[in-house]
């Protein structure tokens, strides 16, 4: 069975960080491209950044200088650091493989940017 469990996720304040992780479990997780998607309230999914399996990574332009996307394969886990925060960042945050996989979305992580 496969699962994908966000957590890192809370509240900040403009220009703060975070830092988001997300373990993999059922895959073999070296061999997936992972993504980092959000959805805000009222908003469709948006995929974030990706990074493939050999490490080349990809970013939505409104995230891009802002935001980096990991991995660590020898803990089956993805990472999102995200830094410069803005209120247009707060959003549940997910992870998928890339291409993503509709069975595989799992709770998401809550960012939450306010003052």
């Known amino acids: 069975q496969v699962q994908l469990v966000e957590s890192g996720g809370g509240l900040v304040q403009p220009g703060g960080s975070l830092r988001l992780s997300c373990a993999a479990s059922g895959i073999i997780f070296r061999i997936y491209g992972m993504g980092w998607h959000r959805q805000a309230p009222g908003k469709q999914r948006e995929r974030v950044a990706t990074?493939?399996?050999?490490?080349?990574?990809r970013y939505a332009d409104s995230v891009k200088g802002r935001f980096t996307i990991s991995r660590d394969n020898a803990k089956n886990t993805v990472y999102l650091q995200m830094n410069s925060l803005q209120p247009e960042d707060a959003a549940l945050y997910y992870c998928?493989?890339?291409?993503?996989?509709?069975?595989?979305w799992g709770q998401g992580t809550q960012v939450t940017v306010s003052s």
């Open positions: 998928n493989v890339h291409p993503p996989i509709s069975n595989y």
């Open positions: 990074i493939t399996s050999s490490g080349s990574t």
